[in-house]
C-alpha cells in the first residue's frame, strides 16, 4: 500500500483527527489520488503561533503524502477575525492587516514546497471578497444559512448573553465561502482546521452540497492541551510564537524542554516528523527513566530546528549548558545571549554610573538576600562569574568581564544563575 493510501492511518496514529465528515469516503479520496485541500490562517496578530504549527505541520504531511496544498491567508476574514468566547476582538486597520497577512505568509511558505506536480498554492481571501457587493453575498452566500442553525453554534450561544456583533456573528458565512471559492475554481475538496473551528468547517461542507451539489470533506485537527487540560501554546511572556522577535528561538526551545512527562508522546507524535518506531523507543525512555528527560530533548531539537533552522538551535542548546557552567559563554551569539538571559532573569545598571562591586551585583540580581549572604556564599566558594569562582568579595567587574560588552553571567550553586545586563 502506498504512501497516499496510508496517510489517514498516519494522522489518526498521531492523534490529529479529533473529528471528521465521513471517514470512509476520506479514506477514498485519499487512495484515489492527489487531493487538493486548504488550510486558513487569519492574520489578527503579526506572527503565527503553536496552535498554528499544529496545522501548518499536517499540511507539510499531506504534500508528503502526494496532496496538494492550498494555503490561505485570510486578507478578509482577518480584519474580523473568528468569534472568541470571551468577547469581541479587536478590528484592526487594513494596512495594520496587509502588513500581518505579509508577515504570516513568510512564516508558512518555508513548510511548504511550491514545485512538482502537488506544489502548494498560496491564496488570500481579499481577493474574492473585497469586491462582492452585499447584495450578492447575502443572496448567493446568506440565503444558504438557516439562522436558527447559526445561534447553535457553541461560540455564538457562549457569547449571546455578553453580545456579539452582527460582524462576527457572520464569519461563518465568510469562511464557508471561502471553502466554495477554493471547490469552483481550484477543485478543493478538503479542509481542515482546529477542533474549534468544527462549526465553520462542516459549514463549508454543506454549502458546497447546498449550492453545487458537490461533495467535500473536513477534519478537524485537536487543539493542544496541558496535562491537567488547560490549554498549551501560552507562556509567561504570552503565545507561543514563531516569530523569533517576538519569542527567542532560545525560550522556545526551552519551552518544549519543560513540557511534561505526561504529554511527550503526544508532541512528539504532532510536531516531529520522526519514525514510529523512534517515538514508541522515545516514550518507553521517558516512562522508565524521565530524570533523562529524553523525549523532551528529541521533542526540542527537532520542533526548533523545523521552525527556526538548526544553527539556532545548536545556539540555544549551547546557550543552556554555557549558562550552568558546561560551555564557553563568549561562544554564544549576543543575540543568544542576550535572550536566554532574560529568560532566565536578568537585571541592569546605567553604565555611565559605574560597575557595582559583585557583592551588589548578588543582592541587586537576586541570588543573594544581603550583603552578608553573598559574603558568605562567596566565601563558601558557590558564587560565580562568567563559570568562574568568585575569590574575592570586593571584586569589580572590569571591562573585559562583559560578554559581548554588555552583559555578566552571574551564579549561585549548580543550578540558580541570573543575568546582569550594562545600559548605556
Known sequence: MSTEQNILDELEWRGLIAD?????????????????FYVGFDPT????????????????RLQAAGHTPYALVGGATGTIGDPKETGERVMNSLD????????????????????????ATMVNNYDWTASMS????????????????????????????????????????????????????????????GSDQWGNLTAGVELIRRTTGGKAHAIATPLMTKADGTKYGKTEGGALWLDPQMMSPYAFHQFWLNVEDEKVGELLRVFT??????????????????????????????????????????QAKAAAGALFGRGDL??????????ALREAGATSFPRAQGTPDIVTLLVDSGLAKSNGDARRTIKEGGAYLNNVRIEDPELVPGDDDFIDGTWLVLRRGKKTMAGVEALG
Open 330 to 339: 563568549h561562544a554564544l551569539s549576543g543575540s543568544t545571549l542576550a535572550a
Open 273 to 314: 516528523f520522526l519514525a514510529r518506531e523512534q517515538i514508541e523507543e522515545l516514550e518507553a525512555q521517558t516512562a522508565e527513566k524521565p530524570f533523562l528527560r529524553a523525549g523532551q530533548k528529541a521533542l526540542a531539537d527537532a520542533v526548533t530546528t523545523l521552525v527556526h533552522g538548526e544553527q539556532e538551535t545548536e
Open 45 to 60: 496578530a503579526p506572527s503565527l503561533h503553536m496552535g498554528h504549527l499544529v496545522q501548518i505541520l499536517t499540511a507539510k
Open 96 to 119: 495594520v492587516v496587509k502588513e500581518w497577512v505579509d508577515r504570516v505568509r513568510s512564516q508558512i511558505e518555508p513548510f511548504l514546497s511550491f514545485e512538482g506536480d502537488n506544489g
Open 20 to 36: 471528521s465528515t465521513d471517514r470512509e469516503a476520506l479514506r477514498e479520496a485519499f487512495s484515489s489520488g492527489s487531493v487538493k
Open 134 to 193: 452585499v447584495i450578492d453575498f447575502l443572496r448567493d452566500i446568506g440565503k444558504h444559512f438557516p439562522v436558527n442553525r447559526m445561534l447553535a453554534r457553541d461560540v455564538v450561544r457562549t457569547r449571546l448573553e455578553s453580545g456579539i456583533s452582527f460582524t462576527e456573528f457572520s464569519y461563518v458565512l465568510l469562511q464557508s465561502m471561502d471553502f466554495l471559492n477554493l471547490f469552483r475554481d481550484h477543485g478543493v475538496t478538503l479542509q481542515f482546521g
